[in-house]
């Protein structure tokens, strides 16, 4: 395989490699519950800022990430939670 093979073959790995660092970073969050309410809010303030196709993806990750602070806020409120 010559230099450029190797070039393409690296280029298909980080494809690959940075995607699925994403997906094991987001269920760390879940399963540590490392993210502090602050920082949950602070992210949903700037979810509504993104591009609407963006919104419901965000939404989802938030929820996923903290279900337990998204039921809470929700539980009694008359808003609904801010993501």
Partial sequence: ????GMRIV???LLLIAVPAAVLLY????RLTGA???S???RLAELARTLPRPLVGVTRGTLNFVA?????????GAAEPRPW
Avoid: I
């Avoid at 987001?26 to 969050?29: D, E, Q, R």
């Avoid at 337990?68 to 929700?74: G, L, Q, Y």
């Fill in 1 to 4: 395989m010559g230099t450029r």
């Fill in 10 to 12: 690296a280029l298909v």
């Fill in 26 to 29: 987001v269920l760390a969050l």
């Fill in 35 to 37: 993210l502090p309410e």
């Fill in 39 to 41: 920082d949950l809010a």
């Fill in 67 to 75: 279900p337990a602070m998204a039921r809470a806020e929700t539980k």
